[in-house]
């Protein structure tokens, strides 16, 4: 017989296996079936949320016959699990900060049984090894669900002793301070699991303090502490798989193309030598894994990289081309180069961390990306991730005006410009700028006047290719509106208004040369001026565009129709998307930034008027289905937003909102692009969106700090300007995220007092309350009855005992089994109002009940109030009796060393005494 586990659990004694059956039947409804494939026997649940799990038992400790480090290993060799769990019971080490039933799971191990033991001191020498950080994260994820009892991560004590003195635990939380308890099989657990690398942790409750008083209530102890780490463990699995990651290339549901980089549309001249450059580095996977290829704006290397990555199609799996240059961000970061891949490679959704998890998601895969313009993104900590990134084996290829050589790991070719005559000489026609600005002749049908050239042509076709300076973009540039010139050659020459040119190599061999090339200006200016007046500015108004747009924005915005786009394609001024399906158009860079020079300022705030209003159509009228169409508008609303920021534009609130509400629905979280937003608006109720929306993102990635910071910023703003109440389901959810949701914390007032106070003013705690309790999941019930609960104390603070009686009935009943504290808390309550309808005989029995119920988990608090209840009962009756209660209420007062809990045990015995 064949077993494989994706998950083995590992019990001890009889009451955790029991406590983890009883758990996984409740939670999962599945029974174990009992399997004996070789010399060991196991407990298979079945598939449990996608996965495989099984149990086995060992005996107590580390060593011997059948201890954890035996029954371990021979479990990995015959089940090969990803994740090994050991559930059970351990001891605390502070009783005044800790309770019976907390769930530890260890952060890490301290192995105390090495050690040097001196006479004045002992050193402990032991391993101190991490768990697994992948389950370490799981089940502190997990912790934000959970609120059976408090759970405890961090380092956990581990040796072969049955610790049962209070001076040799605290011996070794001397010697290890942030301890949270301790056990005896995690040793064995650790150095089974890292040898045969296999993912493991504890997960264990705690059952008594190691001070002398084991046997005290054991069993009662035991089964509480096994029943909660069991339950905690089941309630993980119910939440998420736990699993080996699949690779989303192999779980596609529609083929994905081959490549993004469309066909070719005209001749590819006098690169072949760079093409197979490119060509031996990325077929050759022992060279290095980035190559740049560099040089200054208009000399090609976008086209060089087009098509050489098309001569490589049959070579690799997919290969992707990322514009960088679209970028929104005033400063670039990795996450979000990294999202700029992860988007064109159709794996944004759900990617919580791009910068870390992308690279994870394409390992196996002959995959060569293309990133376009990376200066637009070059930073340190962009090149940094970069590198890291290629080195887990994706070839990347890199077109930049920047140098960039890193031995071993990346190194740069130059592309130069195109060797330019500087004479007719017999060998004219072999050059390269010749045969380019001819073949772009061609395909405009403008050769015929030019098929033979005189003397004087040729020399003026030299000043003209000199005047170029070899770039070929402008040299395609000019040739494309050389049909639309009604002069000579060497007219053509004196009329692009530059002087001769002298080739300059420091051009090329400067690691990019200037920004910007009198050239380049001179040829867009002469193509420009070709055109009628009222077209020129027509597409003047194209630079209104931060990169790319659709002819229906450009049509709407700028009044540029089909047939100019078309006509201005013609002449290179504008380029094509080449994706198979794409309509969408483009300018390039050099030419966008002459564009937007020569827009005038009055135009300027016209257009981008007018693009707000567009872009805030366009999302208004979307909706989350379509959000693959509006990730193509991403920068144009990004744009757009930001706009209405600066003017404080009264449709910000709603615009932002709509962009929020459909990227987060579909897994897109933009915290770079949100924080940029908030240096722009003066706004407090906007700036109190922006913090709940990057707190959003933060929190759907499991980073709790940052989600609790953002959640306490909107929470704070929103609660300062919003006195009328009219954002305060905002200020709800920030409330409740923030503090429920993440910081667990049972006993903290939910909203906090001053949200408290403020809600009473307005009669709106208990729409508070029933507000958050929409606000969770829907598989949250036991969080949604601790909310229930609080409206029961609403209604019993505002006398309506009726409503009240009713809810903690329901909580009672929910409570019973799964929160011991709450159920308790519940009787008491119950028992309050009975006295308050005079209904002692019930009252004393919901009393004694919660009484019971508070001795099993020693709440000290609930075992005062119980008893003084009680008292005050029996005394109101003249019953003897009350004295007992009294006494009790006293001493459990006094250890509870609680000021609070003294004035009130002091009231009830100053009205019993005038009574």
Same mark, same amino acid.
């Given at each position: 017989?064949?077993?494989?586990?994706?998950?083995?659990?590992?019990?001890?004694?009889?009451?955790?296996?029991?406590?983890?059956?009883?758990?996984?039947?409740?939670?999962?409804?599945?029974?174990?079936?009992?399997?004996?494939?070789?010399?060991?026997?196991?407990?298979?649940?079945?598939?449990?949320?996608?996965?495989?799990?099984?149990?086995?038992?060992?005996?107590?400790?580390?060593?011997?016959?059948?201890?954890?480090?035996?029954?371990?290993?021979?479990?990995?060799?015959?089940?090969?699990?990803?994740?090994?769990?050991?559930?059970?019971?351990?001891?605390?080490?502070?009783?005044?900060?800790?309770?019976?039933?907390?769930?530890?799971?260890?952060?890490?191990?301290?192995?105390?049984?090495?050690?040097?033991?001196?006479?004045?001191?002992?050193?402990?020498?032991?391993?101190?090894?991490?768990?697994?950080?992948?389950?370490?994260?799981?089940?502190?994820?997990?912790?934000?669900?959970?609120?059976?009892?408090?759970?405890?991560?961090?380092?956990?004590?581990?040796?072969?002793?049955?610790?049962?003195?209070?001076?040799?635990?605290?011996?070794?939380?001397?010697?290890?301070?942030? /301890?949270?308890?301790?056990?005896?099989?995690?040793?064995?657990?650790?150095?089974?699991?890292?040898?045969?690398?296999?993912?493991?942790?504890?997960?264990?409750?705690?059952?008594?303090?190691?001070?002398?008083?084991?046997?005290?209530?054991?069993?009662?102890?035991?089964?509480? /502490?096994?029943?909660?780490?069991?339950?905690?463990?089941?309630?993980?699995?119910?939440?998420?798989?736990?699993?080996?990651?699949?690779?989303?290339?192999?779980?596609?549901?529609?083929?994905?193309?081959?490549?993004?980089?469309?066909?070719?549309?005209?001749?590819?001249?006098?690169?072949?030598?760079?093409?197979?450059?490119?060509?031996?580095?990325?077929?050759?996977?022992?060279?290095?894994?980035?190559?740049?290829?560099?040089?200054?704006?208009?000399?090609?290397?976008?086209?060089?990289?087009?098509?050489?990555?098309?001569?490589?199609?049959?070579?690799?799996?997919?290969?992707?081309?990322?514009?960088?240059?679209?970028?929104?961000?005033?400063?670039?970061?990795?996450?979000?180069?990294?999202?700029?891949?992860?988007?064109?490679?159709?794996?944004?959704?759900?990617?919580?961390?791009?910068?870390?998890?992308?690279?994870?998601?394409?390992?196996?895969?002959?995959?060569?990306?293309?990133?376009?313009?990376?200066?637009?993104?070059?930073?340190?900590?962009?090149?940094?991730?970069?590198?890291?990134?290629?080195?887990?084996?994706?070839?990347?290829?890199?077109?930049?005006?920047?140098?960039?050589?890193?031995?071993?790991?990346?190194?740069?070719?130059?592309?130069?410009?195109?060797?330019?005559?500087?004479?007719?000489?017999?060998?004219?026609?072999?050059?390269?700028?010749?045969?380019?600005?001819?073949?772009?002749?061609?395909?405009?049908?403008?050769?015929?006047?030019?098929?033979?050239?005189?003397?004087?042509?040729?020399?003026?076709?030299?000043?003209?290719?000199?005047?170029?300076?070899?770039?070929?973009?402008?040299?395609?540039?000019?040739?494309?509106?050389?049909?639309?010139?009604?002069?000579?050659?060497?007219?053509?020459?004196?009329?692009?208004?530059?002087?001769?040119?002298?080739?300059?190599?420091?051009?090329?061999?400067?690691?990019?040369?200037?920004?910007?090339?009198?050239?380049?200006?001179?040829?867009?200016?002469?193509?420009?001026?070709?055109?009628?007046?009222?077209?020129?500015?027509?597409?003047?108004?194209?630079?209104?565009?931060?990169?790319?747009?659709?002819?229906?924005?450009?049509?709407?915005?700028?009044?540029?129709?089909?047939?100019?786009?078309?006509?201005?394609?013609?002449?290179?001024?504008?380029?094509?998307?080449?994706?198979?399906?794409?309509?969408?158009?483009?300018?390039?860079?050099?030419?966008?930034?002459?564009?937007?020079?020569? &827009?005038?300022?009055?135009?300027?705030?016209?257009?981008?008027?007018?693009?707000?209003?567009?872009?805030?159509?366009?999302?208004?009228?979307?909706?989350?289905?379509?959000?693959?169409?509006?990730?193509?508008?991403?920068?144009?609303?990004?744009?757009?937003?930001?706009?209405?920021?600066?003017?404080?534009?009264?449709?910000?609130?709603?615009?932002?909102?709509?962009?929020?509400?459909?990227?987060?629905?579909?897994?897109?979280?933009?915290?770079?692009?949100?924080?940029?937003?908030?240096?722009?608006?003066?706004?407090?109720?906007?700036?109190?969106?922006?913090?709940?929306?990057?707190?959003?993102?933060?929190?759907?990635?499991?980073?709790?700090?940052?989600?609790?910071?953002?959640?306490?910023?909107?929470?704070?703003?929103?609660?300062?300007?919003?006195?009328?109440?009219?954002?305060?389901?905002?200020? &709800?959810?920030?409330?409740?995220?923030?503090?429920?949701?993440?910081?667990?914390?049972?006993?903290?007032?939910?909203?906090?007092?001053?949200?408290?106070?403020?809600?009473?003013?307005?009669?709106?705690?208990?729409?508070?309350?029933?507000?958050?309790?929409?606000?969770?999941?829907?598989?949250?019930?036991?969080?949604?009855?601790?909310?229930?609960?609080?409206?029961?104390?609403?209604?019993?603070?505002?006398?309506?005992?009726?409503?009240?009686?009713?809810?903690?009935?329901?909580?009672?009943?929910?409570?019973?089994?799964?929160?011991?504290?709450?159920?308790?808390?519940?009787?008491?309550?119950?028992?309050?109002?009975?006295? /308050?309808?005079?209904?002692?005989?019930?009252?004393?029995?919901?009393?004694?009940?919660?009484?019971?119920?508070?001795?099993?988990?020693?709440?000290?608090?609930?075992?005062?109030?119980?008893?003084?209840?009680?008292?005050?009962?029996?005394?109101?009756?003249?019953?003897?009796?009350?004295?007992?209660?009294?006494?009790?209420?006293?001493? /459990?007062?006094?250890?509870?060393?609680?000021?609070?809990?003294?004035?009130?045990?002091?009231?009830?015995?100053?009205?019993?005494?005038?009574?």
């Amino acid at each position: 017989m064949h077993l494989s586990a994706d998950v083995l659990l590992v019990t001890v004694n009889s009451h955790e296996t029991r406590q983890l059956f009883e758990a996984f039947n409740e939670i999962h409804k599945v029974t174990p079936n009992p399997l004996r494939p070789r010399s060991r026997t196991y407990n298979d649940f079945g598939e449990i949320n996608g996965m495989r799990v099984l149990h086995t038992l060992c005996e107590m400790g580390t060593s011997g016959l059948g201890s954890a480090q035996q029954a371990i290993d021979e479990s990995i060799t015959d089940l090969q699990p990803h994740s090994v769990i050991m559930v059970g019971v351990a001891f605390g080490v502070n009783p005044k900060k800790q309770a019976i039933g907390d769930v530890l799971v260890s952060r890490q191990l301290s192995l105390y049984e090495q050690a040097r033991v001196g006479a004045k001191t002992n050193i402990a020498r032991g391993d101190k090894p991490h768990a697994s950080a992948e389950l370490v994260n799981y089940f502190s994820n997990t912790q934000l669900y959970w609120s059976e009892a408090k759970v405890r991560i961090g380092l956990a004590l581990s040796g072969e002793k049955l610790v049962d003195s209070p001076e040799f635990r605290d011996q070794l939380v001397a010697q290890e301070p942030e /301890a949270i308890g301790g056990e005896m099989e995690g040793a064995g657990l650790y150095v089974t699991c890292q040898k045969r690398k296999v993912d493991w942790i504890l997960v264990k409750g705690i059952c008594d303090w190691a001070d002398g008083n084991k046997g005290e209530d054991k069993d009662a102890r035991q089964a509480l /502490a096994a029943r909660n780490a069991a339950r905690f463990v089941a309630t993980a699995f119910q939440l998420a798989p736990l699993k080996r990651v699949t690779n989303p290339f192999e779980q596609a549901a529609l083929p994905e193309p081959q490549s993004n980089l469309g066909e070719s549309e005209n001749a590819f001249i006098g690169r072949e030598a760079l093409v197979e450059t490119v060509q031996v580095w990325a077929t050759d996977r022992t060279v290095e894994w980035i190559l740049c290829l560099r040089g200054p704006g208009g000399v090609g290397k976008t086209r060089l990289a087009r098509e050489a990555g098309r001569t490589l199609r049959g070579q690799f799996d997919r290969i992707c081309l990322v514009n960088l240059e679209s970028q929104s961000l005033e400063t670039v970061t990795p996450a979000l180069v990294a999202s700029a891949m992860a988007q064109t490679l159709g794996l944004s959704e759900g990617l919580k961390e791009p910068d870390k998890e992308l690279a994870g998601l394409l390992v196996g895969q002959k995959l060569l990306l293309i990133l376009d313009n990376f200066e637009s993104a070059d930073t340190k900590a962009t090149r940094t991730w970069l590198k890291d990134f290629a080195l887990t084996g994706i070839k990347c290829l890199v077109t930049s005006r920047k140098r960039w050589t890193v031995r071993n790991i990346a190194r740069d070719v130059l592309v130069k410009r195109l060797v330019v005559p500087s004479s007719p000489t017999r060998d004219f026609d072999m050059l390269f700028a010749v045969q380019l600005f001819r073949d772009r002749l061609d395909s405009e049908v403008a050769l015929a006047p030019y098929a033979t050239l005189s003397d004087s042509d040729r020399a003026a076709l030299v000043r003209i290719l000199q005047v170029t300076e070899g770039f070929p973009l402008a040299i395609q540039m000019v040739a494309a509106n050389l049909l639309h010139w009604e002069g000579t050659l060497a007219s053509l020459a004196s009329g692009l208004g530059v002087k001769e040119l002298a080739y300059r190599h420091d051009l090329d061999e400067s690691g990019g040369g200037p920004e910007r090339h009198e050239s380049m200006g001179a040829c867009f200016q002469w193509s420009l001026n070709l055109l009628p007046e009222d077209e020129r500015a027509r597409f003047l108004k194209l630079g209104v565009f931060p990169y790319d747009f659709s002819p229906e924005a450009a049509q709407e915005i700028c009044g540029v129709s089909l047939e100019d786009l078309q006509r201005w394609w013609q002449r290179s001024l504008v380029e094509r998307d080449t994706t198979p399906n794409s309509t969408r158009r483009f300018l390039l860079s050099l030419v966008r930034e002459y564009a937007r020079e020569k &827009i005038r300022k009055s135009d300027e705030s016209i257009l981008i008027g007018k693009k707000t209003d567009y872009f805030i159509k366009y999302m208004i009228n979307s909706d989350k289905n379509t959000i693959f169409e509006i990730l193509k508008e991403k920068e144009n609303v990004v744009h757009a937003i930001k706009n209405c920021i600066r003017n404080d534009d009264s449709r910000c609130l709603v615009f932002f909102n709509k962009i929020a509400e459909i990227f987060y629905t579909n897994g897109f979280y933009e915290e770079e692009i949100m924080t940029d937003m908030l240096k722009l608006s003066n706004n407090n109720i906007l700036i109190a969106n922006i913090y709940y929306r990057i707190a959003e993102s933060y929190y759907h990635k499991s980073d709790n700090l940052n989600a609790k910071k953002y959640f306490k910023k909107c929470f704070t703003d929103i609660n300062d300007c919003s006195e009328d109440y009219v954002h305060s389901d905002l200020l &709800i959810s920030a409330s409740v995220r923030g503090r429920y949701d993440i910081l667990r914390r049972r006993e903290e007032n939910l909203f906090g007092k001053k949200v408290i106070t403020k809600f009473r003013k307005k009669d709106l705690i208990i729409y508070g309350y029933k507000k958050a309790i929409e606000l969770l999941r829907d598989n949250r019930e036991l969080e949604k009855l601790h909310l229930e609960y609080k409206i029961g104390v609403t209604y019993e603070i505002q006398k309506d005992f009726g409503e009240a009686n009713d809810i903690f009935l329901r909580c009672r009943d929910g409570f019973s089994g799964k929160d011991i504290r709450y159920f308790a808390n519940s009787l008491f309550r119950l028992g309050k109002i009975s006295y /308050a309808y005079e209904d002692d005989e019930k009252g004393d029995q919901y009393m004694n009940d919660c009484l019971k119920e508070y001795k099993k988990i020693n709440n000290k608090f609930g075992i005062c109030h119980a008893n003084l209840q009680l008292a005050s009962s029996y005394c109101r009756r003249s019953h003897s009796d009350y004295k007992l209660f009294l006494d009790c209420a006293y001493e /459990a007062a006094l250890e509870t060393n609680s000021r609070r809990t003294m004035e009130q045990y002091n009231k009830i015995l100053e009205g019993m005494k005038n009574k």
